[in-house]
Structure formats: C-alpha cells, structure tokens
C-alpha cells in the first residue's frame, strides 16, 4: 500500500463519520507493522494531521486563517520530507542558526522590537547538554535521558516520535477509554556538583487544548538538587509551562496559546533568581525561584486527571553555561561569540529570538565611535559545505544589513562565512555541534 493510499484511506473514513481519538492512532498503529516504520514516519505523520483536520474542521486558526503552523511554510513543508534520521540539505547547522525554534512564524524581528520590549534572553554560550532526538529512531527512548520510578513521576510511556519534519519525545497517547499516563524523565547530565552560577535552559513544547478548551496539557522543568520532586510539586525549582499559564514557586502568568503548535521555552538562572519566556513573552520572573545546588534537571509531561492527547511532546532541549560578559570578551579576546542569532533551516532570514543579543552588539557599536567588527558565521560539520558556506555568508550579511538598518555606518561592518573550517569544539557530539554553529563579532 503507497503512503498517497494510506492517505486516502484515513481521510475516506474521516469524511465518512468513523472520526474517534483511539480509532486512529489504532489505524496508524496497524498500518505501521505493515509498512514499517519509516513509512508510517513519512506516511501517518501527514495523513493524521490532514484526515484530523477535515473531519473536526479545525484546519483553521483562530483568525479563520489556514492552520500552517509557527513553523510552516516552505520550510517546515520541506523539512518534512527529509527521509528520517538524515539532516536537511543545508542543515540547522549554517552559521549561527542553532535549532530551528517553531515560533520563528509567530512573529518578525521587527515586530518583536515593538510588541516584547521585556524580551531580553539571551542562551548560554557553552553548551552543556543537546538533545534533539535526531539519532534516536522513531519509537525508541533516547539514551541521553532517564527515567524516575512511579513514585516520582508516574508510569512514563513515552517514546520518540517525527511531527512537522522533526523529532519529539512524547507521551505515549493512551488506547481508547483508558486513562494516559503521564511522565518524568531527567537528562544525563556530566555534571559534578552544582550547575554554574549562570546559565539557561531551552526547549520546544507543544500547547493543546484537551477535550475543551478548559483542559491543557503541561510541562514542568524540574532544577532540583538529588531530592526528585513528585511533578505536582509547587516549589523552587519546579517551573510549570502550559498553553494556559506559566509559573513557577512565587509567580503565576496567564497564555492563550493552546493551539497544538510547538512553543520556544526558554529559561535563565542567576543564582536562584529564574526568569522564563514562552514566545518572546517574559511569562516568569522570580528572584526566589530556584533552590542551590542543582543537580538534577528534567522535564515532567502530561495531561490534567490523565486525559488523552496526542500532542504532549518536546524537543530541542538545550542547557548552556551564561559566558563573560560581552565587553569582558571584547577586551581579552578581541571578538565575542554568539549562540543567539538564529535562522530557520536553510534560509537567512533573522528570527525574533535574535533580538536581545543583536541589542548588546547594537549597544556597544553605539557606545564606541571607532569599534568596527567582522561579522563571521560559523557551522559544524553536518550538511553539504557547498549549500552551508554560501548560507552562512548570507546570514552574516542579514545581520550587517540590521546593524546597518539601526543607524551603524556600513564602513563599520565586514562579513565572513567559514562554513566549518574553524571549529572551537568537536563535531562528534551534538552539544560540539551545538558549540560550533556560531556567529563572532571581531575587531578589527
């Protein structure tokens, strides 16, 4: 049976009336043991979205647009189709780029400007841990992570899933009329001792409605010390993220994003001060946020009185150490390396998330007349050099063209692409990777 077949078959039945949550994971599942799982990778991940939308009518956005996704368009269109395992044709590795974030669609850079004035994250730049579960195979556990015991999580049925073209860790959606568990894992982290003073925590989480629009499913990024809290626990160190609030020991902030499209998580520790943000938006500020030391670091997931969804998945998951201070860098090392200026996959256009470290550079340009810098984007070693060293040329022209659009004298900027001939970490790993895909600001 073709996989245009399959998806056929899925949206006849829908169009039909057969339109029951279990039924169709139960479909999905059966046609997996006869095609094999890439096939349903490739297969099921699109048919289930479209057969979904046409028989529940929710192909639109709550705009009445067409329901493409943060992600979507050519990009995520094209990304989907990359056979599974294998990176895009220019990778998330050009320079600079880091992970391809989902709310890249949410909104420009230059709407950022105006509409998040409180967005100042700015991510660690030594990665200590990366997971994207690329090198785990579709319904597999990733070995970077572990599991906690029933006592201190629930019964954890998770596995490795493709969705819009990447892969998530997901809760596994119960059967049919049988209540879903949900599930607390901790990553394996080389760690000794307390985390360092400074340093941030990212991952894409998607937010769905579950039955009404009453019911969410949630997350909890856990920054404990050995002592595993039970995932209810309300207390430092226990962030709660959700399509209807944020919140974390001492602070409560209400969303509206429960649209089952991923969402940036991103969260900055100072000591035990906490700030997080869900899309640009600051949603958690909180000075007593976060108990010393931390050693353990996880994620809960699940649904409210264990109702089913398929949508509670994550992925992107990243921890960094905070750096010097950038005027610090400038005057020991004479450039300053930035992990936040981020581009979708394959393209060079700017992503909102790019702002707050865009800012500090704009800063110190303003600030000293005679400081002039070359703009060099850097890659790893994964994807075709002759597609990334061009991209990350353009990429570092698009952030001289925003320097430049700020008023900063263009005989003040220079640009570079080095592709990956100047890694600073290995490319056997995927936080050297991660490590590798910068953009310098050199002096010169």
Known sequence: MTRKVLAGAFLFF????????????????????????RAINEAGSGAYKGAKDAATGTGKDSTGRPATGRAGGADSGQAAKQPAGQPAASGSDAAGSGPAGPSSGAVSIEEAETIYAKYDFVPGDKTIYFDDFSDTDVGEFPRKWTLTGPKEGGNNSVEVVEFQGK????????????????????????????????????????????????????????????????????????????????????????LDLSDGKPHRVQVSVNGTFVKAYVDQQRVINDPDGIKRPIKLIGVSMGTPNRMQSDRVMFTNFRVAEGGKDIKSALGTD???????????????????????????????????????????????????????????????????????????????????????????????????????????????
């Open 334 to 444: 004479g450039k300053i390396v930035t992990h936040g200026i981020l581009f979708d996959t394959g393209r060079d256009v700017l992503k909102a998330e790019s702002l707050p470290t865009l800012k500090m550079i704009l800063g110190l340009l303003n600030g000293d007349a005679g400081l002039r810098f070359s703009i060099e984007g850097h890659t790893d070693s994964q994807g075709s050099r002759e597609i990334n060293q061009p991209l990350s040329e353009r990429r570092s022209a698009a952030v001289r063209a925003w320097l430049m659009g700020k008023g900063i004298d263009e005989a003040r900027l220079k640009t570079a692409g080095f592709g990956d001939s100047q890694p600073i970490d290995t490319n056997t790993t995927a936080e050297g990777r991660a490590n590798n895909r910068r953009v310098e600001f050199v002096k010169f």
């Open 14 to 37: 829908f169009a039909a009336g057969v339109c029951q949550a279990g039924w169709l994971e139960d479909t999905i599942t059966n046609a997996g043991k006869r095609l094999g799982e």
């Open 167 to 254: 892969r998530y860790l997901r809760t596994v959606p119960a059967q049919k009329g049988k209540a879903q568990s949900g599930s607390t894992q901790y990553i394996r982290l080389d760690q000794k001792g307390d985390m360092p003073e400074k340093f941030t925590v990212e991952f894409d989480a998607v937010f769905a409605n579950i039955g009404t629009t009453n019911y969410h499913n949630f997350y909890r990024l856990f920054l404990l010390d050995n002592d595993r809290a039970f995932p209810g626990a309300k207390r430092p160190g226990v962030l709660l993220f959700s399509g209807r609030l944020s919140e974390s020991a001492n602070t409560r902030n209400e």
